[in-house]
Nanobody
Framework: QVQLVESGGGLVQAGGSLRLSCATS?????MGWFRQAPGKEREFVAY????????DYAGSVKGRFTVSVDNANNTLYLQMNSLKPEDTAVYYC?????????????????WGQGTQVTVSS
C-alpha cells in the first residue's frame, strides 16, 4: 500500500505562485497531479515518469506549471506559476499508473487526500 500526503496549498493572488508537495511511502513507475474545482469533475493536470523524468501536462497549465520528482526523498512537486482564478481547486497527488500516457484517473491506484488551492482575482 502506497500512502500519499500533499501539502503546500493556500490562498494566492492571481499572477502569483505556489509549490505543492506530495510525500509518498512507496516507489511507483509514475506519479501525477489532478484537480477538482467546485461543481466540476476531477481533471488531469500533469504526470511524470520517475525514471528519466519525462512529463506531460494538460493544455490549460502547460507553460505555467512544472512537475518534478525527488526520488531520493520520495517527494513529488508541482510548481505553479502565473496562477489564475480558474486554477482554484482541490489538488490531488496520485501514484501507481503503469501506462503511458498516464493522464486518466483510472490509470492510478493510489490517491492523496488533496490540498486546497485558491486563487483570488
Amino acid at each position: 500500500q502506497v500512502q500519499l500526503v500533499e501539502s503546500g496549498g493556500g490562498l494566492v493572488q492571481a499572477g502569483g505562485s505556489l509549490r505543492l508537495s506530495c510525500a509518498t511511502s512507496g516507489r511507483t513507475f509514475s506519479m501525477g497531479w489532478f484537480r477538482q474545482a467546485p461543481g466540476k469533475e476531477r481533471e488531469f493536470v500533469a504526470y511524470i515518469i520517475r525514471s528519466g523524468g519525462a512529463a506531460d501536462y494538460a493544455g490549460s497549465v502547460k507553460g505555467r506549471f512544472t512537475v518534478s520528482v525527488d526520488n531520493a526523498n520520495n517527494t513529488l512537486y508541482l510548481q505553479m506559476n502565473s496562477l489564475k482564478p480558474e486554477d482554484t481547486a482541490v489538488y490531488y497527488c496520485a501514484a501507481g499508473a503503469t501506462v503511458i500516457p498516464a493522464n486518466r484517473e483510472h490509470d492510478y491506484s493510489y490517491w492523496g487526500q488533496g490540498t486546497q488551492v485558491t486563487v483570488s482575482s
